[in-house]
Every structure is written in structure tokens, then in C-alpha cells.
């Protein structure tokens, strides 16, 4: 599979992305040239977004809108050619995903560069065989990035399976998604033998459905990539995919064409994509340039009576809780490059917030900093580091510009992390409780409740086998098996590793304007 420009891209008319307003990622002289040789004339109110559909459906269609975390944002009924769905504005930022679905028949298209700022003008998008093609190699790399092991242990335990599989596309960033989608997209164009083996498939797929079917639909409408071709619409209708003259029941060959085009997509979007990776060259002059970056996750629990890490209770803001903060206070993270890392670099020191108080600010709004859901007294904020990088941090509650005193959790110590990948997932989340002295914090840690410890970068003070200096496993229980939402805290037990549901965006990701 090979990459190519996105300009070349832009210009098929393979499902790709229309939109009319002043905003389309660059590609507005592009859009107008595509509609005029094949215009999609659905007309389309101020706020919504305008969805041709080409699955020869038979039959009326819904419209669903998703965000990459799977959360439905709004539905509509339209004809079986297309129609019109309105985007909630809260919601109508970056990437969304649309599912049109006509009984059991499905597509599906992903669509880029949506904002608030431009809803006013008409969107426009086609979902067809192609885009859907395009849309299940796109879910299909949410396949766990090296999570094979854990894969095989959920399977084992229900009650972990769903928060497991959350993962999915999460951990991808908008760019990454998005060339991921134009890739295939090309590949289907120049006809690939991989990727035109598959639109076949998906075809046959396609033509076995029927509008009028109230059985299970070919698709799961927002997939976990764990069953992109669903058994039991197999099961129910008659479906040679791979068209070699036998009916098809089993979907392991679909799903694993979809899986093979994304395993080849990964390394090369990640070499791709600025941010994610930078050269290791042989240079030493001490710049970003010379390190492999990596997105770093911090997220700081800042609730009344939350579990320490050896289970004592702690407070915040007196005995009240987080309530009886002072009006206009925040969450704020200030760090630095610790005098022991291996990588000394100013502008990283800087980028921390030299350790000055109340300036680098982490977000509880459900949008910033990768923040996941706003108001829960969780606060995030997504940085680009270097692996090998070790810091100190303090995370700070106040007033922007406050000074240290009364602001800070501690006075003269700090936490340390250490940037390594421990799990593998492509990314580095570490997450505490505000006030918390009984985990990463370097001196005086009052693990077992005497404050003797020196924690060390190769200090494991409860023997869990992970470092304190480093990322570990989340503590948590799930709330709801069935829609995989878990809580992170509860259990004082670092018990398994749990993904992010917001994309780690280090960087603001696609850049509209």
C-alpha cells in the first residue's frame, strides 16, 4: 500500500469528502472542480451536513453521526438516496463519522474539518461501497496496537472486555485517521489487488442486504473493530463475499482483509505523521529533532475522598471537596526536565512550565487537552515528549498566576515520570490524584503512611511490578459492561490498563482553517 499526496487524493470522486463552505482542509478549488463534473444536489439547511448515499438501498435509510469514540451524536430518516442531518454544534468538531443504514444494508463515510465556525456553510459528503471500504480499514486499526495478550484475557473476563475494547479508535489522531482514509481511498482508485479484493467483498456484502429486512445489519453501525462483518447477518442471508461459489457463514476472511490492508497502513502513518515520530538521526545537537516523540497523558483526579495509593483517604479543599474551591480556581501542571534525564533540552524545560506555578493550565471541559468528559472533576492536558525524557512535575489548583504558596500540593518535592511506552500503545498516560503523596512523589513519600520514602526512578514501592517513576495500569471497575464506559478510580488497585476514550492530541490535529 502506498502513500500518496493528498492533493492527488482530493481529486477522485471515490466517496471522497465534499464540502462547499470557506473551510474543506485546504481543498476548496478541488471541491468545486469535483462537484461540477458530478454534483451531489441535496440541499442542506445552515447546521447540518448533507449525506448522498450510493448502496443501492431499497428502502428508506437513517442517518447516524458518531465521533471517533463511538458516541452517537444525532440521527435522521431519509430517502434512500440521501438527505440532510443536523450536527449538534457542541459536538461538530474535527472527525465524525456517518452510517447510513436501509434495513440490514450499511455505509459508511468519515468526514474531516467540520467546526462550529463553519456549519453556517453547506457540508456535503457521499457514502458508498468505496467509502465504506475506506471506513472499515479505518475501524479495523483500532485492533489494539500489540493488545493480542489482552484480547485473549478479556475474552476470559466480562467484566473487563468492554472497557478493553473502547479502545478502538481512540488513539489515533485526526491526521492520522484521515490519511489512513485517503490511502485506501487511492489504492481503490489505482486498484490495488489488496484493497480492490476487499471493495469486492464489501460489495457482496452489500448486494446480499435488503432495505426491507429487519434482521441484523451487515455492519455494526459504530464498530469496535472486533466484528466489522457481523456472523449473524451471514447467518441470516445468503452471501458468497470472497466469490468463490460457496455461501459464506463465517466472517474471519472479510474481517481479516480489512485487518491485513490496516496492519500495512500502521508503520507508515506513523512515520507520517508530524509529531508522533521524529528521525533518530546521529545528530546531538540537543534539539526535538534528534528524539522519537511520543504523546505523554496527564490526567489528575481532583474529588473529596478518592483513595491514595495505599488507600487512605485524601481531601481536597478542605473537608467540603472540590465545591468549596474559591470561585474562578482551575487545575494547573508546571514541570520541568528533571537534572538527571538523559535528554536535556531548554525549550522542553520550557514547554513544562519551568516550574512556574499557575500557567500551564489542564482542562475538566471535555474538549481540551484531551479531556474526556467535562465537568467530572477529572483534569487532562497532552504534551509531545521524547521517550527516555524524565521530568518533575507538581500539579497546582488556583488562580492563573498565582505563586507557589497554598497553590501547590506539596512543598519541596515533586512527582517524577519517566517517558516510556510500558504497555505499548503508542502513547504514555499517566494518571493521579490530586494531593496524593503516596505514589510518584520523590521525597518524603508517605507510602504506609510514614513520610520516609525516597522514591528513585527505579523504585516499586508496593511491588506491583511498575514503577512508580513510570505509567502504570489504571485501577477501575466498570460501570456498564454492555456500553464499556469504566470508572478509573475505586478499587486502590492497579489491576489492568485502560485507554483513553478521547484521542491523545498532543498538537491540535487537523488544522482547518
Request: proline share 5%; with cysteine; net charge negative.
Amino acid at each position: 500500500m502506498r502513500m500518496r499526496t493528498r492533493n492527488r487524493l482530493a481529486a477522485m470522486a471515490l466517496g471522497s469528502v465534499l464540502a462547499l463552505g470557506s473551510t474543506a482542509c485546504g481543498l476548496e478549488g478541488l471541491v468545486v472542480e469535483l462537484l461540477t463534473d458530478d454534483p451531489i444536489l441535496i440541499e442542506v439547511p445552515p447546521g447540518a451536513l448533507s449525506v448522498a448515499i450510493s448502496g443501492g438501498f431499497t428502502g428508506e435509510a437513517t442517518l447516524y453521526l458518531f465521533d471517533l469514540a463511538g458516541q452517537q451524536l444525532a440521527t435522521a430518516t431519509v430517502p434512500a438516496d440521501g438527505g440532510a442531518i443536523e450536527v449538534p454544534s457542541e459536538a461538530a468538531i474535527g472527525t465524525l463519522r456517518i452510517v447510513a443504514i436501509s434495513g440490514n444494508q450499511v455505509v459508511k463515510g468519515i468526514y474531516f474539518c467540520l467546526t462550529p465556525e463553519t456549519l453556517d456553510s453547506p457540508h456535503q459528503i457521499e457514502v458508498n461501497a468505496a467509502s465504506t471500504a475506506a471506513t472499515l480499514v479505518v475501524e479495523a486499526l483500532g485492533t489494539f496496537r500489540g493488545y493480542s495478550d489482552l484480547i485473549v484475557a478479556s475474552e476470559q473476563d466480562p467484566q473487563t472486555v468492554w472497557a478493553l475494547k473502547s479502545y478502538a479508535l481512540k488513539a489515533y489522531t485526526d491526521d492520522e485517521i484521515k490519511l489512513a482514509y485517503e490511502t485506501v481511498l487511492a489504492d481503490l482508485e489505482a486498484e490495488e489487488p489488496a484493497a480492490a479484493a476487499f471493495l469486492n467483498q464489501v460489495e457482496a456484502v452489500l448486494r446480499a442486504g435488503s432495505g426491507s429486512s429487519s434482521g441484523t445489519p451487515m455492519f455494526p453501525p459504530a464498530a469496535d473493530s472486533m466484528a466489522l462483518l457481523q456472523s449473524a447477518f451471514l447467518t441470516e442471508n445468503s452471501v458468497d463475499y470472497d466469490e468463490d461459489g460457496t455461501e459464506d457463514i463465517d466472517p474471519a476472511a472479510f474481517n481479516d482483509a480489512a485487518e491485513a490492508l490496516a496492519a500495512a497502513l500502521r508503520p507508515e502513518l506513523l512515520e507520517a505523521i508530524p509529531g508522533l515520530t521524529a528521525p533518530d538521526g546521529d545528530a546531538t545537537d540537543g534539539t526535538t529533532d534528534d528524539y522519537q516523540l511520543i504523546p505523554v497523558i496527564f490526567t489528575v483526579h481532583a474529588s473529596e475522598g478518592l483513595p491514595a495509593g495505599d488507600c487512605s483517604t485524601l481531601k481536597f479543599c478542605g473537608s467540603k471537596g472540590i465545591g468549596a474551591c474559591a470561585d474562578g480556581e482551575t487545575m494547573f501542571f508546571t514541570g520541568g526536565v528533571h537534572k538527571e534525564s538523559p535528554i536535556q533540552d531548554s525549550s522542553l524545560h520550557a514547554s513544562l512550565g519551568s516550574f512556574i506555578p499557575n500557567l500551564v493550565q489542564m482542562y475538566d471541559d471535555g474538549i481540551n487537552g484531551g479531556d474526556e468528559v467535562a465537568g467530572d472533576a477529572i483534569f487532562t492536558l497532552t504534551v509531545t515528549l521524547p521517550k527516555g525524557l524524565r521530568i518533575g512535575y507538581k500539579y497546582t489548583w488556583g488562580l492563573y498566576n498565582d505563586p507557589w504558596t497554598g497553590t501547590e500540593e506539596w512543598p519541596g518535592n515533586q512527582r517524577l515520570l519517566e517517558v516510556i511506552d510500558v504497555n505499548g500503545d503508542g502513547y504514555v498516560w499517566r494518571d493521579d490524584n490530586m494531593v496524593d503523596e503516596t505514589t510518584n512523589k520523590d521525597k518524603s513519600n508517605c507510602y504506609g503512611g510514614i513520610c520516609d520514602k525516597f522514591v528513585t526512578w527505579t523504585t516499586d514501592l508496593n511491588a506491583d511490578g511498575y514503577l512508580e517513576a513510570q505509567e502504570h495500569p489504571l485501577a477501575f471497575s466498570v460501570e456498564d459492561a454492555e456500553l464499556g464506559t469504566a470508572s478509573l478510580t475505586g478499587s486502590c488497585v492497579f489491576n489492568d490498563w485502560v485507554q483513553p476514550t478521547r484521542t491523545p492530541r498532543a498538537t491540535p490535529g487537523l488544522q482547518c482553517e
